[in-house]
């Protein structure tokens, strides 16, 4: 089945309103004319309205983290608001929620469970510690993760799924999983998609390589069977996001 790429800026708690009008503008001008390419933003909450109003209507805005429900939880933006802020995307489980912030598997299957009923599109993200890839438990976390969120979804829902595998140990440290540990992990994420949902939903649902990708890398790791696109950082602030959204439109090589 043919997946269409997705790209995701993930920018977290960086710029201003000047810095981000900018690069926003910018990216209108560099990758507004690749339609084959879902291409996503994530600013944070403060600027999302300013960035929504800047980006081209072919560039798609997310929200970088969510609650279930609207009600005395300072600090925060519920699956509600998203919705009403008309903001199609919302990224969950991502490791710096996961273990900086302490979030629990029950607390993110709660936010993807309300992010769904909002009709939202979710990036959701599974990746193991450094110490968890040397004791070979890749898979073992992985699994874990997906199935505390993902068991109990419904069959219409998948389509408002996207998985990002992002290793913690590769996340702003500037060291990329190789092309091939990538792609064991996004078949391993696959091939659990297969044995515990469907082979409906494994063949469809994109999954993302993330950790400090940039226009110099992207290339390999796109050349993947399983590599369906990026969830980027640090790159998502510079002009180079350009290039790796061009890099999506190039025929898969046979790897």
Partial sequence: MSRTPFVGGNFKCTGTASSLTSLVKGFNDSITGYPEVEVVIAPGTEYLGLVKAVAH????????????????????????????????????????????????????????????????CVIFCVGEKLDEREANKTQEVCFHQMKAALTTIAPADWKNIVIAYEPV???????????????????????????????????????????????????????????????????????????????????????
């Fill in 169 to 255: 140990w590769a996340i702003g440290t500037g060291k990329v999983a190789s092309p091939e540990q990538a792609q064991e992990a996004t078949a391993l994420i696959r091939s659990w998609l297969s044995d515990n949902i469907n082979a409906s939903v494994a063949s469809s649902t994109r999954i993302l390589y993330g950790g400090s990708v940039n226009a110099k890398n992207c290339a390999d790791l796109w050349a993947r069977r399983d590599i369906d696109g990026f969830l980027v950082g640090g790159a998502s602030t510079k002009p180079e996001f350009s290039e790796i959204v061009k890099a999506c439109v190039k025929p898969k090589a046979k790897l």
């Fill in 57 to 120: 209507r072919n560039i798609g805005i997310s929200a970088q983290n969510c609650v279930p429900k609207s009600g005395a939880y300072t600090g925060e933006m519920s699956a509600e608001q998203v919705k009403d802020m008309g903001l199609p995307y919302v990224i969950l489980g991502h490791s710096e929620r996961r273990h900086v912030f302490r979030e629990t598997d029950a607390e993110i299957a709660a936010k993807v469970k309300a992010a769904l009923a909002q009709k939202l």
